[in-house]
């Protein structure tokens, strides 16, 4: 089995897509399982809300996570962070990438948030986002962690003591066995390779080449070439019903979400905005948005938002911070989405990953079926026949997703 361990939700999801896509069984947890699954599976994603805090917290509980997975049969492990390389200042990324490889007890570790089909390439060591640098995206404004840096070796350089080589692109399209040399060399000191891919292909490759490896990480790009070398066959998730009842919370502030955002008012659907200025308490905030919530009509999907453009959120932070105004509004929406799951809504959108991983702690999601996907990267989860969720990485899905999602019959 391999044991995928997630630092955000969307991320879980995302990562869990791939898998499920590549045709294997695939279980998604969201935090540490109690319990080892009761049934047999390819792959178990454990989905945590690791991304922002300190490293040391996120180490302990990806540990925790990896020990359960140990227990229940992994025999290969991959870490899977942000395709764009979301990490504090603080970074949790290398420490977590340290302790996992100590645990598992490996050397070379070869890694990349490479994730072509989401638009995401690493080319000589750099990260882009389309035709941007990294650090010339949209992710320069991110809320809790702006990404001002293109480098992928500089970044995990800031986050970790060991060695960093890089695999240029050369190396990983050779045809001899260089690549396999690359990787095994010297694979006794712990170091970490950082792969240039610009094209499925070239995941295709780093796949083939570390198939016996124990342990590599990186986006869903590299994780779905990992599944496809294990599977090596295509099965989609049968199409299932939707509960009818609706609602879509978002906290994501990305491009991709505030275009949702307005296309889902463009369609003349009630929504709501969480002002967290004017309110700056989560109790107050959720009272008044179910309120609203309570007064629309029982047949149209609901949208409840917080999400902001790049120059309101900076007044926000000015005003509150960046901790206390992000920390306001997960406590609101995940109390609100608890509410509206009471009021019998049987199916919730979310749109953002720290909002995502709020609005699970507030249903206590725990493990879920991975069904199709809505966007790419973005599938339901199903919780039994009555309740479904769509969490949406905050850049992911094109304008009319959340439009969509929340009025589609069937996945
Ligand atoms: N109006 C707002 N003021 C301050 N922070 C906000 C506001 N709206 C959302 N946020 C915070 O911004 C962060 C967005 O991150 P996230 O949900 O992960 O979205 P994405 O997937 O785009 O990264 C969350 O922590 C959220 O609470
Ligand atoms: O790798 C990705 O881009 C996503 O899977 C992901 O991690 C997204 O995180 P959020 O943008 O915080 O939703």
Redesign the pocket.
């Known amino acids: 089995m391999i044991a995928v361990i997630a630092d955000?939700v969307?991320g879980g999801t995302d990562a869990a897509s791939a898998c499920r896509g590549a045709g294997l069984r695939t279980l998604l947890s969201f935090g540490i399982p109690l319990s080892p699954a009761d049934e047999v599976v390819n792959v178990h994603v454990v989905a945590l809300k690791t991304r922002s805090i300190p490293a040391q917290d996120a180490v302990r509980q990806t540990l925790d996570a990896a020990r359960v997975l140990l227990e229940a049969g992994a025999d290969s492990f991959y870490f899977k962070y942000c395709s764009t390389f979301?990490s504090t200042a603080d970074g949790n990324i290398g420490p977590v990438l340290d302790a996992l490889s100590d645990l598992l007890n490996v050397g070379s570790v070869v890694t990349t948030p490479a994730a072509p089909s989401h638009g995401r390439t690493v080319y000589r060591g750099y990260l882009f986002v389309g035709d941007k640098l990294l650090a010339e995206s949209h992710m320069r404004n991110?809320?809790?962690t702006p990404m001002r840096d293109s480098s992928v070796l500089r970044l995990l350089g800031a986050q970790t003591a060991r060695r960093i080589t890089m695999l240029d692109l050369p190396v990983v399209r050779d045809d001899s066995d260089l690549l396999q040399q690359k990787i095994t060399d010297g694979s006794t000191c712990p170091r970490y390779l950082v792969a240039d891919a610009i094209c499925d292909d070239d995941l295709r490759r780093l796949a083939h080449a570390i198939r016996n490896e124990r342990f590599a990480a990186g986006s869903a790009g590299l994780i779905s070439a990992i599944a496809r070398e294990r599977a090596r066959s295509e099965a989609a998730p049968p199409a299932l019903p939707l509960p009818t009842r609706s609602a879509v919370v978002a906290?994501?502030?990305?491009e991709a979400?505030l275009g949702q955002i307005a296309a889902f008012k463009q369609a003349g659907f009630p929504w709501y905005e969480?002002d967290?200025l004017a309110t700056p308490n989560p109790e107050a905030l959720e009272a008044d948005a179910l309120a609203w919530f309570d007064r629309t009509p029982t047949d149209q999907p609901a949208l409840i938002y917080?999400?902001?453009s790049p120059e309101e959120?900076a007044k926000?932070?000015a005003v509150l911070g960046v901790e206390r105004?992000?920390q306001i509004?997960?406590h609101a929406?995940a109390e609100i989405a608890a509410a509206l799951v009471r009021r019998g809504v049987g199916r919730i959108v979310a749109a953002?990953?720290?909002?995502?991983g709020a609005v699970v702690k507030g249903l206590k999601l725990r493990t879920g079926l991975v069904g199709r996907e809505a966007a790419l990267g973005v599938p339901w989860i199903h919780f039994g026949d009555a309740f479904a969720i769509l969490l949406k990485?905050?850049?992911f899905g094109d304008r009319d997703l959340l439009v969509r999602a929340a009025t589609q019959t069937t996945t």
């Open positions: 955000d969307t979301d991110h809320p809790l906290g994501s502030c990305s979400t969480l967290v917080s999400s902001r959120l926000i932070q105004s992000a509004i997960e929406t953002g990953g720290e909002t995502s990485s905050g850049n």
